[in-house]
């Protein structure tokens, strides 16, 4: 079985442009979960996208957004990029099973640099 | 107060040892709980989860959940080399949270042979 798959895998941007990374869940997964890991701040929650619909949102900017298609696939976008939005970002799929039991597996990730 | 705690180290073991991570969390709804282990410069993998108190093995690791200390803790016997890693800890806060995941900072494991 196919894990979970993200691209690109590596993305350099400068500062105010606009990002979208994106994210296959492991078939028959329908839920998509989006993290952010720095060295800093370490991994933090972004958003959750199940059966289309943001289920879950972190303390994010409104400058991160996310989607999620029909065949449960997703998008992350980053609008006017900052220098402190350089990190790698990574998406969790999982099955959902409710009752906050769900096992959520990580895809290789995507390194952002914005310089 | 953080929600999620656990020691940064290193903690260093000599291989062959038993390894004990550790991890508090603070809010008592808390339903899951989960161990990831990442290596440098790769995505976190998922090695244990557990939703009930007491222990729970799977190979050379146990998980151990204790909710009214709010602690849990994962147990490596027979350490190796290539358990040398960053060791996560996840709560999941709520029934209904789906797929939130709330991490702790890691501990870094060092397994010297």
């Known amino acids: 079985k196919a894990g979970v798959t993200q691209t690109p895998r590596y993305l350099i941007k400068t500062r105010g442009q606009q990002v979208t990374l994106s994210c296959s869940p492991i078939s028959g997964h329908r839920s998509v979960s989006w993290y952010q890991q720095t060295p800093g701040q370490g991994l933090q929650f972004l958003f959750e996208?199940?059966?289309?619909?943001?289920?879950n949102k972190g303390n994010f900017p409104g400058r991160f957004s996310g989607r999620q298609f029909s065949n449960s696939r997703s998008e992350m976008n980053v609008s006017t990029l900052e220098l402190g939005d350089s990190a790698l970002y990574l998406c969790a799929s999982s099955w959902t099973l409710g009752r906050g039991r769900d096992e959520q597996f990580f895809g290789p990730g995507t390194r952002l640099t914005v310089l | 107060q953080k929600e999620v705690e656990q020691n940064s180290g290193p903690l260093s073991v000599p291989e062959g040892a038993i390894a004990s991570l550790n991890c508090t969390y603070s809010?008592?709804?808390?339903?899951?709980f989960f161990w990831y282990r990442q290596y440098s410069g790769k995505s976190p993998e998922l090695i244990m989860f557990i939703y009930s108190n007491g222990d729970k093995e799977d190979g050379r690791f146990t998980a151990q959940l204790n909710k009214a200390s709010q602690y849990v803790s994962l147990l490596i016997r027979d350490s190796q080399p290539s358990d040398s890693a960053t060791y996560l800890c996840?709560?999941?806060?709520?029934?209904?949270?789906?797929?939130?995941?709330?991490f702790g900072q890691g501990t870094e494991l060092s397994v010297k042979p």
């Open positions: 809010d008592r709804g808390s339903q899951s």
């Open positions: 996840a709560v999941n806060l709520d029934y209904n949270q789906g797929g939130k995941l709330i």
């Open positions: 996208y199940f059966s289309e619909t943001q289920r």
